[in-house]
């Protein structure tokens, strides 16, 4: 086991009617202004933006409207918002929404602080030195968002879709009700499942080092994700197993999953990144086409884990049996396994290897990912 030091600020405040609360919860920490992002009108159509400004007005909190933030959120959207915020002087920002809404909010929060461009900060040209208060109420498990540091925004002038981290971009507090998740479509609970399961992996196959107790906590979050996703295509208003569902997704990217871990990188989503960033493809659907085309070239790198995979997850033996099956589970709860579901084709390959080139550098795992290995990732998911 690595050495680590493991430390998350967050504070989840999970269960039903808890968004009631967050008005308290910005008041404890003495927040009297606060930018409120979200993204389309449906928390208001559920009545959810109304629960929220009504406790900010109980704690005497003013609040600044930002809505119209988009699935794959893009960096033009954020420097509208940090023009709002810093015209009105806002002293937080309360995200509401998904995972798109909190790592703009999370984006939002460092650029305000930031005196250039919000751009360098994931080019990295610059680092976070400071950060609004980030608070947020949760309407979608996928992306862990709610309890780590990391953000992901495209920039859709040079297609290039980036990420920053920083002790600063924690959120304070955030608000996991699963209620509130019921009316995700069919689609999103899908996507988010795949998303999930891309979170765990990416250490489990890639690390050098890699205890088995850590490997037992991925498994029981991809279990998880797994059996609730089932029950909850069968009975949406499921609430205990939309509960599990949510606090897996939480546990899968807050840390703890990689705590004494080493040596990992992030394949999958390097990848993913150029299908949203060139296609604009939701990112849990290009998350299940990459990761069995992936894993059906990676697998013989560590074959123990795989097989181990294979055993844990689904009962079986070899790693090709894992793999297929993971395939194939996807394929049942409807996510897309394939480019061409998505309308990607084989002539959009070189540009599409072209920007995971770019990535790869990014990532700092360009010497594994040439461009002949991405090639054959890519072909393997057509």
């Known amino acids: 086991m690595?050495?680590?030091?493991?430390?998350?600020?967050?504070?989840?405040?999970?269960?039903t009617d808890k968004e009631q609360q967050i008005g308290q919860h910005l008041a404890a920490h003495g927040i009297k202004k606060v930018l409120l992002t979200y993204g389309s009108e449906r928390i208001?159509?559920?009545?959810?933006?109304?629960t929220v400004t009504q406790s900010l007005a109980a704690q005497g909190i003013e609040f600044v409207e930002c809505g119209g933030i988009v699935s794959n959120p893009v960096i033009s959207k954020v420097r509208e918002a940090i023009a709002l915020a810093r015209t009105h002087q806002v002293a937080a920002v309360l995200a509401v929404g998904g995972g798109s809404v909190l790592d703009s909010s999370k984006t939002i929060a460092a650029g305000v602080l930031h005196e250039g461009d919000v751009w360098e900060l994931f080019s990295r040209a610059a680092t976070?030195?400071?950060?609004?208060?980030i608070f947020s109420v949760l309407t979608l498990a996928a992306t862990g968002s709610e309890m780590n540091n990391g953000a992901v925004v495209t920039n859709e002038e040079t297609k290039e879709k980036f990420a920053i981290g920083s002790v600063h971009t924690f959120p304070k507090v955030s608000?996991?009700?699963?209620?509130?998740m019921q009316t995700v479509s069919r689609d999103y609970l899908v996507y988010s499942a795949a998303d999930i399961i891309a979170h765990?992996?990416?250490?489990?196959?890639?690390?050098?080092?890699?205890p088995r107790f850590q490997s037992r906590l991925v498994e029981a979050v991809i279990n998880t994700v797994i059996e609730t996703t089932e029950t909850l295509l069968a009975d949406p208003a499921d609430y205990d197993a939309r509960a599990q569902f949510a606090w897996a997704s939480t546990q899968a990217l807050n840390?703890?999953?990689?705590?004494?871990?080493?040596?990992?990188?992030?394949?999958?989503?390097?990848?993913?990144?150029s299908l949203s960033a060139l296609f604009n493809v939701p990112h849990g659907a290009g998350l299940s086409v990459i990761?069995?085309?992936?894993?059906?070239w990676y697998h013989s790198r560590n074959p123990q884990q795989f097989q181990r995979f294979a055993t844990e997850i689904f009962g079986l033996d070899t790693a090709e049996q894992g793999i297929a099956a993971l395939e194939k589970w996807f394929d049942k709860i409807g996510t897309p396994t394939r480019l061409s579901q998505l309308g990607i084709t084989e002539a959009d390959l070189p540009a599409t290897i072209e920007n995971v080139l770019g990535n790869a550098k990014w990532f700092g795992i360009a010497e594994i990912y040439t461009r002949d290995v991405v090639s054959t990732i890519l072909k393997n998911a057509l």
């Not at 208001?44 to 109304?50: W, Y």
């Not at 990761?291 to 059906?296: D, F, G, L, Q, V």
């Open 128 to 133: 976070i030195k400071a950060a609004l208060p």
């Open 200 to 210: 765990s992996i990416e250490g489990y196959f890639t690390a050098k080092v890699q």
């Open 255 to 273: 840390g703890l999953t990689y705590a004494g871990t080493a040596g990992f990188s992030y394949p999958n989503h390097m990848i993913e990144h």
């Open 2 to 15: 690595d050495n680590f030091t493991f430390f998350n600020p967050t504070t989840i405040d999970f269960g």
């Open 44 to 50: 208001k159509r559920e009545g959810l933006f109304a």
């Open 175 to 180: 608000i996991v009700n699963p209620a509130l």
């Open 291 to 296: 990761m069995p085309a992936w894993m059906k």
